[in-house]
């Protein structure tokens, strides 16, 4: 990259915003890294947001919610969902009360606890979570657009094994506990 290459601008002035501008020349490389990391993180999670609520007039946590109950078409008990979201077990019960009155889930108490309810998609919660997936595809891939095709299913491996030494690092601390 050339010094005058408008990339390479585009970078120096990333460089200095939000978490990333933290991060000096001679803190270490897995420092600067994670700030990078989160500082894409947290920009692409942001631009989700905003086109969910200018597109589809719906929040982060309503469309995962959502997702997580596409994938079960038998639906979830309420508590099991709130393992996968990253909500309270108070804002599950009103994401569920707020879809639930738009008429996207239904909420059913469950056959084998009668403590427990059972919640999973109407056929028009279905069909909106599809539309408005199908887009979501479209805006990561156009988000992601700037990394080369060949880097990403290394970067992704490369993850991948973080995200392992992460979940054995947590299972040797809690061992020393």
Same mark, same amino acid.
């Given at each position: 990259m050339k010094l005058n290459d408008p990339s390479h601008t585009a970078l120096r002035e990333a460089n200095g915003l939000g978490l990333e501008g933290r991060a !000096? !020349? &001679?803190d270490h490389a897995k420092l600067r890294l994670w700030l990078r990391m989160l500082s894409c993180t947290t920009h692409v999670e942001a631009e989700v947001r905003r086109r969910l609520r200018v597109r589809f007039g719906t929040t982060l946590a309503r469309f995962d919610y959502m997702a997580q109950?596409? !994938?079960?078409?038998? &639906?979830?008990?309420m508590r099991e969902l709130s393992r996968f979201l990253m909500v309270t077990g108070g804002n599950v019960t009103s994401l569920t009360d707020d879809l639930e009155h738009d008429g996207l889930v239904v909420r059913e108490g469950s056959p084998t606890d009668r403590r427990?309810?059972?919640? !999973?998609?109407?056929?028009?919660g279905r069909s909106s979570f599809e539309s408005m997936a199908s887009e979501h595809e479209e805006w990561i891939i156009e988000l992601f657009a700037g990394l080369d095709d060949a880097a990403v299913p290394e970067l992704y491996d490369q993850l991948g094994k973080l995200r392992v030494h992460l979940v054995l690092s947590d299972r040797t601390a809690g061992d020393k506990s």
């Open positions: !000096r !020349r &001679g109950l596409y !994938r079960q078409r038998d &639906g979830m008990k427990a309810w059972i919640v !999973r998609l109407t056929p028009e």
